[in-house]
T-cell receptor
Framework: QQQVKQSPQSLIVQKGGISIINCAYE??????FPWYQQFPGKGPALLIA?????SEKKEGRFTISFNKSAKQFSLHIMDSQPGDSATYFC??????????FGAGTTVTVRA | DAGVTQSPTHLIKTRGQQVTLRCSPK?????VSWYQQALGQGPQFIFQ???????QRGNFPDRFSGHQFPNYSSELNVNALLLGDSALYLC???????????FGDGTRLSIL
């Protein structure tokens, strides 16, 4: 049973465009929602994270939007660059216990 | 400041063998979690160690076991290897309940 559902599975965006990845969760005990970026042959790297007491968090070109009532959160990558081509995972956990990951979204940025 | 380091980077085993993977957490971190990532999928939680005890376990059989040492480093042991155990095994460390988990680059385990 997957606790975090992620979509789309893959997306292609032109350089300078906006990439949007969506995630939904069921467990209302989740209180921490990180996004990880993973390049081939590497481990996931923490990109940005949010807690449910805020609806939006922005760090550079990356923004998380959080909708607690809908139990959904999304990652927006603004001004997408070829170097952003990677697999992105949303995740959720409670009290630093196990991270439950989405299935991942492969983003391809075309120059 | 070294991040999470894992060894070895690659490993090839045959069915039925046993394997030990190692992890050194990021400096200042005392909690270690292990994840299994099959090709094209998200990481799946195996277990987490804190103060040398297994604090939480995911849905993995008893063939998967672990250990945490006083210096916070950790080992993952898998017995009676199956073809389905082929995956990238990731170690993550953190410093407190409410701090983010940082991942190493993993050990790629291939079972022949």
């Amino acid at each position: 049973q997957q606790q975090v559902k992620q979509s789309p599975q893959s997306l292609i965006v032109q350089k300078g465009g906006i990439s949007i990845i969506n995630c939904a969760y069921e467990n209302t005990a989740f209180d921490y929602f990180p996004w990880y970026q993973q390049f081939p042959g590497k481990g996931p790297a923490l990109l940005i994270a949010i807690r449910p007491d805020v609806s939006e968090k922005k760090e550079g070109r990356f923004t998380i939007s959080f909708n607690k009532s809908a139990k959904q959160f999304s990652l927006h990558i603004m001004d997408s660059q070829p170097g952003d081509s990677a697999t992105y995972f949303c995740a959720a956990n409670h009290n630093d216990y196990k991270l439950s990951f989405g299935a991942g979204t492969t983003v391809t940025v075309r120059a | 400041d070294a991040g999470v380091t894992q060894s070895p980077t690659h490993l090839i085993k045959t069915r039925g063998q046993q394997v030990t993977l190692r992890c050194s957490p990021k400096s200042g971190h005392d909690t270690v979690s292990w994840y299994q990532q099959a090709l094209g999928q998200g990481p799946q939680f195996i277990f987490q160690y804190y103060e040398e005890e297994e604090r939480q376990r995911g849905n993995f059989p008893d063939r998967f076991s672990g250990h945490q040492f006083p210096n916070y480093s950790s080992e993952l042991n898998v017995n009676a290897l199956l073809l389905g155990d082929s995956a990238l095994y990731l170690c993550a460390s953190s410093s407190d309940r409410n701090q983010p988990q940082h991942f190493g680059d993993g050990t790629r385990l291939s079972i022949l």
